[in-house]
């Protein structure tokens, strides 16, 4: 505290926050000391309560206590922190959302998914587009890591599935999309076994091979059909081959 003839000024401290107080004494005369020390409390209960805040928040009265900045809003932007992987790394409890900006290799940004830290640059964590550079085939693969199909599409079309539930493979456009409990088999081919349901064991290979709807799997199996249109029509005729 500092003082002279015409008032004095008051200090109050707090990691990182400084008020200074220039009180006037000809402020004293017109509000009244009681007054004048009612508005000093307030202050001095404000600084504390701003100094026991270990984050802040904007446009929330709650920020996560993971975060030190914790940030509501609609229309605006934040630039984020920028730190290294190892410091990434020793961020305690992470919320999920919660976004950093690594700065060494791999740069980027990366938000934690509640499980993991996962790169916002998809050319970095997944498959690019454009394709893609500095792939370990040790470790780098398209595919799932839980035990369901695997299936792909063009123009939103069925084109092709992996299925390690039934063991089907099928590829080309409509292949095998209406297999209920139909298992092994491998189509092949524009509209390929298209609409087997339940035939099991069997191999089309080539346009509408196999294509018939299948009711009975008892009388409709172990069927090979190589070929346009090879067996195409049959619908209960199991243990036949045909090639062309």
């Known amino acids: 505290m500092g003082a002279n003839a015409n008032g004095f000024c008051l200090i109050l401290k707090s990691p990182g926050i400084e008020?200074?107080?220039?009180?006037?004494?000809?402020?004293?005369?017109?509000?009244g000391m009681k007054t004048l020390l009612l508005a000093m409390l307030i202050v001095v209960f404000c600084v504390q309560?701003?100094?026991?805040?270990?984050?802040?928040?904007?446009g929330t009265t709650t920020p996560d206590a993971s975060a030190l900045l914790d940030i509501t809003s609609t229309n605006k932007g934040v630039l984020v922190p920028r730190m290294t992987s190892a410091e990434r790394s020793g961020i305690a409890s992470p919320a999920t959302g919660l976004l950093i900006f690594q700065t060494d290799a791999p740069a980027g940004f990366f938000f934690w998914n509640g499980s993991a830290w996962v790169s916002v640059n998809s050319s970095i964590t997944g498959w690019g587009t454009a394709g893609n550079a500095g792939t370990n085939p040790a470790t780098n693969f398209v595919g799932t890591t839980d035990n369901v199909a695997l299936k792909f599409r063009t123009n939103n079309i069925a084109f092709g599935e992996l299925n390690p539930l039934n063991n089907n493979i099928a590829f080309g456009k409509n292949a095998m999309t209406s297999n209920t409990t139909g298992l092994k088999n491998i189509a092949i081919g524009e509209n390929a076994?298209?609409?087997?349901?339940?035939?099991?064991?069997?191999?089309?290979?080539?346009?509408?091979?196999?294509?018939?709807?299948?009711?009975?799997?008892?009388?409709?199996?172990?069927n090979i059909a190589i070929g346009s249109r090879a067996l195409s029509k049959n619908t209960?005729?199991?243990?036949n081959v045909i090639v062309g």
Request: net charge neutral; hydrophobic share 40%; with cysteine.
């Open 19 to 31: 008020i200074r107080l220039v009180v006037l004494l000809h402020c004293i005369n017109a509000i």
């Open 49 to 58: 309560l701003m100094s026991a805040q270990s984050n802040v928040g904007i």
């Open 193 to 222: 076994m298209r609409y087997n349901q339940v035939g099991s064991r069997q191999i089309a290979i080539g346009d509408s091979a196999l294509a018939s709807q299948q009711l009975n799997e008892s009388e409709y199996y172990q």
């Open 236 to 239: 209960t005729g199991y243990s």
